[in-house]
């Protein structure tokens, strides 16, 4: 049973017989956002937004969802995630109140044949889209609910690296993703394997290769606690990994934002997207505590 906050659909108040009820599924895979445009002939064409439709009298928000996209796309979803409500008031007057949910599981065929052209875009760039207000003011919800998401990854790749102080590794760890589900996961393993070369990121994204059996990772998000190495910064961009999420900065040797940027250098034929600085103090912590136990 999907849960929903509580809503009147087809009352007899002055309030809300003014106001249309409106589902809208934000559908995301692999970490980028399904965007349609409207058709150049239809009303408000060239218009971006979400698929989803009216709120029938008698129906939930949910179940307006489950019939609208089950007839606009051809899919059918499950445990959708309710991300908040909006109103929008059209330059004639009416006014629309907006019920949206986070869809990332769904099976069947998208259909795509509604809209004049559909993206799929990174939430980042949803900004950058012309869009209904109403839709543009879920963005900052939207991004929340998927940070969320990267906190989880990243304290699994926490717990790597605590494995890794354990055995005498500095203490840095990894996961990758992809599709929400995690492919692989490493630590540093340089003193174990004696090569300067076994770091968290390349362990994993080895494991992640084997994995999808591809020399590819699109698609793919890297979780590791501390700002990658110019060595693993290049592995990312040749792997063609999509994002790359870090903790703690590295003043002495980090290539994505501090010393280089190597993820991001135009001239390469990849950039990869970064957000560092997430749980950044707890990766602190356990470098500072591994190095202060092994000086004299």
């Given at each position: 049973?999907?849960?929903?906050?509580?809503?009147?659909?087809?009352?007899?108040?002055?309030?809300?017989?003014?106001v249309?009820?409106?589902?809208?599924?934000?559908?995301?895979?692999?970490?980028?956002?399904f965007?349609?445009?409207?058709?150049?002939?239809?009303?408000y064409?060239?218009?971006?937004?979400?698929?989803?439709g009216?709120?029938?009298?008698g129906?939930?928000?949910?179940?307006?969802?489950?019939?609208?996209?089950r007839?606009?796309?051809?899919?059918?979803?499950?445990n959708p995630?309710y991300?908040?409500t909006?109103?929008?008031?059209?330059?004639?007057?009416?006014?629309?109140?907006?019920?949206?949910?986070?869809?990332?599981?769904?099976?069947?065929?998208?259909?795509?044949?509604l809209?004049?052209?559909?993206?799929?875009?990174?939430?980042?760039?949803?900004?950058?889209?012309?869009?209904?207000?109403?839709?543009?003011?879920?963005?900052?919800?939207?991004?929340?609910?998927?940070?969320?998401?990267?906190e989880?990854f990243?304290?699994?790749?926490?717990?790597?690296?605590?494995?890794?102080?354990?055995r005498?590794?500095?203490?840095?760890?990894c996961?990758?993703?992809?599709?929400?589900?995690?492919?692989?996961?490493?630590?540093?393993?340089?003193?174990?394997?004696?090569?300067?070369?076994?770091?968290?990121?390349?362990?994993?994204?080895?494991?992640?290769?084997?994995?999808?059996?591809?020399?590819?990772?699109?698609?793919?998000?890297?979780?590791?606690?501390?700002?990658?190495c110019?060595?693993?910064a290049?592995?990312?961009?040749?792997?063609?990994?999509?994002?790359?999420?870090?903790?703690?900065h590295?003043?002495?040797?980090?290539?994505?934002?501090?010393?280089y940027?190597?993820t991001?250098?135009?001239?390469?034929?990849h950039?990869?997207?970064?957000?560092?600085?997430?749980?950044?103090?707890?990766?602190?912590?356990?470098?500072?505590?591994?190095?202060?136990?092994?000086?004299?």
């Amino acid at each position: 049973m999907y849960a929903f906050p509580p809503v009147e659909i087809g009352s007899n108040s002055n309030v809300l017989s003014t106001v249309q009820e409106v589902a809208v599924a934000v559908l995301i895979d692999a970490g980028r956002i399904f965007l349609g445009q409207r058709r150049t002939t239809a009303r408000y064409g060239g218009v971006w937004e979400f698929p989803g439709g009216k709120v029938e009298n008698g129906e939930t928000p949910v179940d307006a969802l489950v019939r609208e996209l089950r007839e606009e796309l051809g899919i059918v979803f499950f445990n959708p995630r309710y991300l908040g409500t909006s109103e929008h008031v059209y330059a004639d007057g009416g006014t629309f109140r907006v019920w949206y949910y986070l869809v990332d599981k769904w099976f069947g065929g998208l259909r795509t044949d509604l809209w004049e052209q559909v993206v799929w875009v990174h939430p980042d760039e949803l900004s950058s889209y012309a869009m209904f207000e109403a839709n543009r003011s879920i963005i900052p919800a939207i991004t929340a609910s998927i940070e969320g998401e990267d906190e989880r990854f990243m304290r699994i790749a926490l717990g790597e690296a605590e494995r890794a102080a354990a055995r005498g590794e500095i203490p840095v760890g990894c996961v990758i993703t992809c599709e929400g589900a995690i492919i692989a996961r490493s630590h540093n393993r340089t003193e174990e394997r004696r090569a300067a070369t076994a770091h968290a990121e390349l362990l994993a994204i080895a494991q992640a290769l084997e994995h999808r059996r591809s020399k590819w990772l699109e698609g793919c998000t890297l979780y590791v606690t501390l700002e990658p190495c110019p060595m693993c910064a290049g592995a990312l961009v040749l792997a063609r990994i999509e994002r790359v999420v870090f903790a703690a900065h590295d003043p002495k040797a980090g290539a994505c934002e501090t010393l280089y940027t190597i993820t991001n250098d135009r001239r390469l034929n990849h950039r990869v997207r970064v957000r560092g600085g997430l749980l950044a103090e707890q990766s602190q912590s356990l470098l500072e505590a591994f190095f202060r136990q092994r000086r004299p």
